[in-house]
């Protein structure tokens, strides 16, 4: 039996470097051929967010695929916290 990997959903902000920002669309284009999915296109601020489907364990090499992509200033994972709501037993 092949025993299949665990995939991940992992969110990323993707910070466009400053002499690049006249081309962030070709950025994104070379985002997206690497399977970056785009969910949003901060031209102001020079940030592209969006997300990827990976095995578990090559988040890391997702993330160094991605910063070299010509125009890429830094790529940052994005984490989501919760906490119960106020009434609820566990504090």
Known sequence: M???PIMTEQEWVVTV???YLQHI???VSNLESLGFR???VLR???QVTGGTT???AS???VRSALAAVTGVASVDAVHRYRAAPPDHDVQ
């Open 2 to 4: 092949e025993v299949l």
């Open 17 to 19: 470097a400053h002499q």
């Open 25 to 27: 669309d070709d950025v």
């Open 38 to 40: 785009t969910s949003g």
């Open 44 to 46: 102001n601020l020079g």
């Open 54 to 56: 990976v095995p578990h």
């Open 59 to 61: 988040a890391d090499s």
